[in-house]
């Protein structure tokens, strides 16, 4: 069973930081892009980084500047260090990874369950 499982979230006064991680466990052959996207009460998922498995990276520009996301093939996990963070940047946040399975062909996108994350004014 191919799984997707976070860690990190938790409560930090703004100005604060935290840093979520990403684990993948199952029958994976290989890693595509890695995301992180957030989910504030009331407001649609949106994409916070990505990164490619050539180590390419892409931030919203609400977060350039202060987040930095990171990967570590070897271990199939995502980092996300988020840095200086602000009441705007509550919200769930989500692991997603397009994986390549060992018992099937194509790229198949996966979710982690979430970790919430309070920035307090």
């Known amino acids: 069973q191919v799984r997707l499982v976070e860690s990190g979230g938790g409560y930090v006064q703004a100005g604060g930081s935290l840093r979520l991680s990403c684990a993948a466990s199952?029958?994976?052959?290989?890693?595509?892009?890695m995301s992180w996207y957030r989910q504030a009460p009331g407001q649609q998922r949106e994409l916070v980084a990505s990164i490619s498995s050539g180590g390419g990276t892409n931030y919203a520009n609400s977060v350039k500047g202060r987040f930095t996301i990171s990967r570590d093939d070897a271990k199939k996990t995502v980092g996300l260090a988020m840095n200086s963070l602000r009441p705007e940047d509550t919200a769930v946040y989500y692991c997603?990874?397009?994986?390549?399975?060992?018992?099937?062909?194509?790229?198949?996108?996966?979710w982690g369950q979430g970790t919430q994350v309070t920035v307090s004014s």
């Open positions: 199952g029958s994976i052959s290989s890693i595509d892009v």
């Open positions: 997603n990874a397009d994986l390549r399975l060992t018992s099937s062909r194509g790229i198949y996108r996966y």
